[in-house]
């Protein structure tokens, strides 16, 4: 595999997927009862953005700059992101950056267990070995959590269903294996089998409008629960930007989330915007 995270850590995908990733987990703690939160493809769980622009070989344009860079110097932002950048904001600190920049940027895994409550438990799944050592490091004395070097899809099938009969699944895979739609909707299957009540989150690049309807299809074809899809695009189709957005489709989304994501949606699409034709959307595929 030849995805690093740590080159994009912090781009306008990882602000829109973590901003929504916190509105589910707090929709899901509107309930006492506690739940499992299985990441199936966790990374490193936090990222230098000062090494952002070095490659394997030769150096990079890092990404942060036009994601979450372009909110770190405002004094206040809108309510509907405000918990997800004190997060970042204050875990940046921890590490002891004192820059006007930004530079050690939490993961998906880093985040969720900030959030986690006494009663809630989450494993994480990375398969890298070296992502996987990392990621051991950094969530190390963690009550509730445990780290797993495994392929996350076959998490799905092994750690569903939880003891505690609630679990939030986000499934955040590289999308360069040509077969990752069909891998998506195997683990999606056999964990809608297992679990149907469970909400499955699954973040998907755009980059090719015919990929992502063939995404789509696949998640229909499995006649899911209720679902919808929260999008954002930077730029519109005829923008020379390779990915010119991304979405994230979530199965039983809890109570209200269309109204919290389409917010956040609303605020990315108008301050992430690199050109022209973009905008932030929520729909449903399979409606309530």
């Known amino acids: ?5 740590h080159f994009h850590a912090g781009n306008f995908a990882d602000v829109m997927k973590h901003a929504l990733l916190v509105s589910l987990i707090r929709a ?12 199936t493809h966790a990374g490193q769980g936090r990222y230098d953005l000062s090494v952002a ?7 990079r344009k890092p990404e942060w700059p036009e994601g979450v860079g372009r909110f770190w110097r405002r004094e206040a932002v809108p309510p509907a992101l405000a918990e997800y950048f004190g997060l970042v904001r204050d875990f ?11 530079r050690y940027y939490p993961g998906s895994p880093r985040l969720a267990q900030l959030l986690l409550r006494p009663q809630d ?9 070296t992502d996987c050592a990392a990621l051991r490091e950094e969530l ?4 509730g959590v445990s780290v797993h070097e495994m392929d996350g899809y076959v998490a799905v099938r092994g750690m569903l269903p939880p003891p505690e009969r609630r ?3 986000l499934i955040d895979p590289p999308f360069e294996s040509r077969d990752e739609v069909a891998q998506i909707a195997r683990a999606l299957d056999e964990g809608l089998r297992r679990f149907r009540s469970g909400v499955f989150a699954i973040w998907y690049p755009v980059t090719d409008r015919v990929r992502v309807d063939e995404f789509f299809a696949a998640v229909r074809a499995l006649r899911p629960p209720p679902t919808l899809t929260a999008e954002l695009a930077i730029a519109g ?3 020379p930007i390779k990915m010119k957005g991304c979405g994230l489709v979530v199965i039983n989304p809890p109570w209200q989330f269309d109204q919290s994501a389409g917010a956040v949606l609303s605020i990315l699409a108008s301050e992430l915007a690199q050109a022209p034709g973009g905008g932030g959307r929520v729909n449903w595929l399979v409606p309530e």
């Not at 622009?53 to 150096?59: H, I, M, N, P, R």
């Open 1 to 5: 595999m030849n995805y690093r995270h």
């Open 167 to 169: 679990a939030l699944v």
């Open 92 to 102: 940046d600190r921890r590490f002891g950056n004192r820059e006007s920049v930004p």
């Open 28 to 39: 899901l703690q509107k309930k006492e009862k506690g739940f499992f939160y299985l990441d």
């Open 237 to 239: 189709d005829q923008a």
């Open 140 to 143: 190390l004395f963690n009550a």
């Open 121 to 129: 438990r989450m494993a994480v799944c990375e398969r890298q070995p």
């Open 53 to 59: 622009a070095t490659g394997d070989s030769l150096a």
